[in-house]
């Protein structure tokens, strides 16, 4: 007759839960302890952020504006949306400037605009989503 094999002891398995229970435990405080360091690093980063459109205008099919960082802080890149209003549902229509731009600083970029019925311009950091200006379509100068 053969013998049945034996599941291990109720003690192991109790010690191995333990044990393994810390290893995870271990795990998820050394990644929870580094994602907070880095998000609060962030934070205080982003408080000195402030990025403000100190003036836009438009010729020969192109939209000039003049970004201002007045916060104490460099930023890089930037999202711009332009939103056209046609009448119906707003277009939508979105370009990167990937420059720098230092604290304290202005800097002027360019884009051709798709038409000139501009309702506004949004600009957004990538770096800090706070920094953040609008522009109404009528501040623009030289757009119709």
């Given at each position: 007759?053969?013998?049945?094999?034996k599941?291990?002891?109720?003690?192991v398995?109790?010690i191995?839960?333990?044990?393994?229970?810390?290893?995870?435990?271990?795990?998820?405080?050394?990644?929870?302890?580094?994602?907070?360091?880095?998000?609060?690093a962030?934070?205080?980063?982003?408080?000195?952020?402030?990025?403000?459109i100190?003036?836009?205008?438009y010729?020969?099919?192109?939209?000039?504006?003049?970004?201002?960082?007045?916060?104490?802080?460099?930023?890089?890149?930037?999202?711009?949306?332009?939103?056209?209003?046609?009448?119906?549902?707003p277009?939508?229509?979105?370009?990167?400037?990937?420059?720098?731009?230092?604290?304290?600083?202005?800097?002027?970029?360019?884009?051709?605009?798709?038409?000139?019925?501009?309702?506004?311009?949004?600009?957004?950091?990538?770096?800090?989503?706070?920094?953040?200006?609008?522009?109404?379509?009528?501040?623009i100068?030289?757009?119709?």
């Amino acid at each position: 007759m053969k013998k049945k094999p034996k599941g291990i002891s109720p003690l192991v398995a109790v010690i191995m839960l333990i044990a393994f229970t810390m290893i995870i435990a271990g795990i998820l405080a050394g990644w929870a302890t580094r994602f907070a360091s880095e998000q609060r690093a962030n934070l205080e980063l982003c408080v000195r952020a402030n990025m403000i459109i100190r003036s836009a205008s438009y010729a020969n099919n192109n939209v000039t504006l003049m970004l201002y960082n007045a916060g104490t802080v460099p930023l890089r890149g930037f999202n711009v949306q332009v939103t056209y209003d046609t009448g119906g549902p707003p277009l939508p229509d979105t370009w990167e400037i990937k420059e720098q731009l230092e604290a304290n600083t202005f800097q002027t970029f360019s884009h051709e605009l798709a038409n000139i019925s501009v309702s506004y311009i949004e600009v957004r950091s990538v770096q800090c989503q706070g920094a953040y200006d609008m522009i109404r379509g009528y501040d623009i100068i030289g757009l119709p």
